[in-house]
């Protein structure tokens, strides 16, 4: 078996060590033969414990390589099925890059909203989402994003919604955009601010499953809170993004002597 930083192609030749972590060098070796033709769209990678005997790696490095594949575009992972080919060449990745509202808006309209599932009687909320009044004041829309032209979701939302403002339910995913334009549309109510928290977690076991991770896969979780001017709470959006080509960007300007975050 090849020591783990060095492996052999499939011409006897070994390829050279690189100063990368072992996943990223074992991901750059299956997109070069990707590219190649060796595993052609349609096909299926090796499994899990075939990559591990061939590159001397372990199941570890492995997921995390075919991790990569898939978040470029590359592959599926599925089940029970394996790992398909689905893409030759890399596309581009749609990331979140927010420096103010106008970057929020862009990706949520270049990107498609699905709904999985309404759950119209919630018996408990989360308590750290402090939403206000008692579980039957709330629904939940369970919702994921996807790049356009494609059913591969690329993140997860739970929407929280104020059950007086129902209507705006059946529109949700019907055009570009967020959910939050549709309370002034819909129900004559303005979002006057947006309370955003950005934090490290790992997925949930059912959203891992959609998105194609496990759940001891890092994640990005952002809550954003959406008020009125008078501060009602409106709307909750909990979301989960894959940590690859997703990132928060903020520019802090001194202002009177103090630091202020750029408008």
């Given amino acids: 078996m090849p020591p783990s930083n060095v492996w052999?192609?499939?011409?006897?030749?070994?390829?050279?060590s690189r100063r990368t972590t072992l996943h990223k060098s074992l991901s750059d070796e299956l997109l070069r033969m990707i590219k190649n033709g060796d595993y052609p769209v349609g096909s299926n990678l090796p499994t899990e414990n075939e990559l591990c005997a061939r590159f001397g790696v372990s199941r570890h490095t492995v997921r995390e390589a075919t991790r990569r594949l898939s978040d470029l575009g590359l592959v599926v992972r599925k089940p029970r099925t394996?790992?398909?080919?689905?893409?030759q060449h890399?596309?581009?990745?749609?990331?979140?890059?927010?420096?103010?509202?106008?970057?929020?808006?862009q990706?949520?309209?270049?990107?498609?909203?699905s709904v999985?599932?309404?759950?119209?009687e919630l018996s408990a909320h989360p308590t750290e989402l402090r939403l206000e009044g008692v579980p039957a004041d709330w629904l939940k829309v369970s919702t994921f994003r996807c790049v356009p032209g494609t059913d591969r979701p690329i993140s997860w939302t739970d929407i929280y919604i104020r059950r007086e403002y129902q209507a705006v339910v059946?529109?949700?995913?019907?055009?570009p955009g967020g959910v939050y334009p549709l309370f002034e549309r819909l129900c004559d109510e303005t979002v006057e601010t947006i309370d955003m928290e950005i934090s490290a977690a790992t997925f949930p076991a059912a959203i891992a499953k959609r998105l194609g991770y496990t759940k001891s896969d890092p994640a990005l979780l952002m809550v954003r809170r959406f008020r009125n001017p008078a501060g009602k709470l409106l709307e909750v959006a909990v979301s989960y993004y894959p940590p690859f080509g997703?990132?928060?960007?903020?520019?802090?300007?001194?202002?009177?002597?103090?630091?202020q975050t750029a408008p």
Avoid at 8 to 16: E, F
Avoid at 116 to 120: A, E, G, M
Avoid at 170 to 175: A, D, F, T, V, W
């Fill in 107 to 113: 990706y949520l309209e270049t990107t498609a909203l």
């Fill in 170 to 175: 059946e529109h949700i995913g019907q055009q």
């Fill in 90 to 105: 890399t596309q581009p990745q749609f990331g979140l890059a927010l420096e103010n509202t106008e970057q929020l808006t």
């Fill in 116 to 120: 999985h599932r309404v759950t119209t």
């Fill in 246 to 259: 997703f990132r928060y960007m903020s520019r802090l300007t001194r202002v009177q002597g103090r630091h």
């Fill in 8 to 16: 052999t192609s499939d011409a006897g030749n070994p390829q050279p």
């Fill in 82 to 87: 394996g790992t398909t080919v689905v893409r």
